[in-house]
């Protein structure tokens, strides 16, 4: 029975983990993704830029998945006059993940 627990006990050790390793991925990716629509969108940088890359990280809380997170700043581009297609930011998203998940993993 010893060596049913230590398995089961390694099992949820290594969930934690993978769990805890998509979340800073995820919101890695929504903070280096509020950057881009920042400085190339809404003329922000600096402290500002950072301030709007918090807010769409959290935006990402108020439900699952994207659609909070994309309707933010679908919403913010829209009162600044800018078009863009909800397909180039899902793909600049898509991108970022990958820059995200080489960052955390780098710092893993």
Avoid: C, T
């Avoid at 280096?32 to 769409?56: H, I, M, P, R, T």
Wanted: avoid cysteine.
């Amino acid at each position: 029975m010893d060596g049913f627990q230590d398995r089961e006990r390694e099992e949820e050790a290594k969930f934690r983990h993978q769990q805890e390793l998509a979340f800073k991925i995820r919101n890695r990716r929504n903070k280096l993704f509020g950057l881009w629509v920042a400085e190339e969108f809404l003329g922000l940088s600096g402290e500002e830029a950072l301030a709007y890359a918090k807010d769409v990280v959290m935006a990402d809380f108020e439900g699952p998945g994207d659609d909070d997170m994309m309707d933010k700043v679908k919403r913010d581009l829209a009162a600044k006059g800018v078009e863009i297609s909800d397909h180039r930011l899902r793909r600049r998203l898509a991108e970022l993940e990958e820059v995200a998940r080489e960052q955390v993993m780098q710092e893993s």
